[in-house]
């Protein structure tokens, strides 16, 4: 006698469904971790790459260049606005770094000396540029100056010998890696093999100026040069 038995039992049923939960199982666990790879590959590099291309201002600007002539012939030069907190020295390949509150507020601009620093409220003031120049017979920025460490200290500081490598060597700082002028009080910053100062208000300037600074520059306070002064401690190699 023949059984001839149709369709699937119960056990095999059963194990169908095993098998189909078990790949569909599998199948989500390979998704999910393609997935997650995805995203781990979209944003780090993001994140990395914010690092590597923080923002800056530039201070390179066309030496120089001239804007505008007043009439008394005196000529007032192109400013590049500082936008971020970074300035970046291209020529020199060094970068310094100004306090949040000078965003917006700083300009900067490449001259045939070396760079300026300055603020909006100065340069767009015909009359506080006019002050500087005629007044203080200075410029209304603050200049920022280069020497390689052969040159001669007597020419920098009063009554120095040998060369600005010898003399930093002899009176460098303990705090940091610059000098300071006794005479001017201006810190000469060593960076790679050249020194950098800021020619900013020599000791005693301000009290000299400061009333006749507040008569001319309406909208810029009379030691706003410090403030570019002190910026330059944070110098370093781009």
């Not at 291209?90 to 700083?106: F, R, Y």
């Amino acid at each position: 006698m023949k059984n001839n038995q149709k369709g699937f039992s119960v056990v095999e049923i059963l194990i169908v469904i095993v098998v189909v939960g078990l790949l569909g199982a599998v199948g989500w666990l390979v998704y999910d971790r393609q997935n997650n790879k995805q995203t781990d590959s979209t944003t780090a590099p993001t994140a990395n790459n914010q690092n590597e291309t923080a923002a800056f201002t530039d201070c390179h600007t066309e030496v120089d260049k001239v804007t505008k002539t007043l009439d008394s012939g005196m000529v007032l030069y192109e400013w590049t606005t500082v936008e971020h907190t970074k300035v970046v020295l291209s020529d020199w390949n060094v970068t310094l770094t100004l306090p949040e509150n000078m965003v917006g507020k700083a300009v900067c601009r490449y001259t045939s000396n070396g760079y300026e620093l300055s603020t909006k409220a100065v340069v767009d003031d015909d009359k506080c540029v006019t002050y500087y120049r005629t007044d203080e017979l200075a410029s209304e920025g603050v200049g920022l100056w280069k020497f390689s460490a052969s040159t001669a200290a007597e020419t920098k500081v009063s009554g120095a010998t040998g060369t600005l490598e010898d003399y930093y060597r002899a009176h460098k700082a303990t705090d940091g890696n610059y000098f300071t002028d006794p005479g001017a009080g201006r810190n000469y910053y060593k960076i790679g093999d050249s020194f950098y100062v800021a020619e900013g208000d020599a000791n005693g300037i301000l009290d000299k100026y400061k009333a006749a600074r507040t008569a001319a520059c309406k909208d810029e306070k009379p030691d706003f040069e410090q403030h570019f002064v002190e910026a330059m401690a944070s110098l370093k190699q781009r």
